[in-house]
């Protein structure tokens, strides 16, 4: 049974950093298209970054040069760096999965789904 849990999120000021991570269980992890979204209240959810399984990856506009999308294959787990963060960054953050996909931020190709992880930049 494939399993993500998110961590590392937070509350921080605008400026500043965070580093979230997903840890995956149940699945050949390396095989995987590996994604962040991230939902704010009222708005739809959306992409942010994501990884596939032979290196390739998307950033959402608003982030790039900002955010960081990485994976380790031996420790089963993705990462997002976050740093120079807005408050418009804040929102739930999602960690998501889906076998044997090219590089996407459309969240309706994704599969399996972590329960979350909220950040809140404040100023």
């Known amino acids: 049974q494939v399993q993500l849990v998110e961590s590392g999120g937070g509350a921080v000021q605008t400026g500043g950093s965070l580093r979230l991570s997903c840890a995956a269980s149940g699945y050949s992890y390396s095989t995987y298209l590996m994604g962040w979204f991230r939902q704010a209240p009222g708005k739809e959810r959306e992409g942010v970054a994501s990884?596939?399984?032979?290196?390739?990856?998307v950033y959402k506009d608003s982030v790039k040069g900002r955010f960081t999308i990485s994976r380790d294959n031996y420790e089963n787990t993705l990462y997002l760096q976050m740093n120079s963060l807005k408050q418009e960054d804040t929102a739930m953050y999602y960690c998501?999965?889906?076998?044997?996909?090219?590089?996407?931020?459309?969240?309706?190709?994704?599969?399996?789904w972590g329960q979350g992880t909220q950040v809140t930049v404040s100023s």
């Open positions: 998501a999965a889906v076998r044997w996909f090219s590089a996407t931020l459309d969240p309706a190709q994704f599969v399996y």
């Open positions: 990884l596939d399984a032979y290196g390739s990856v």
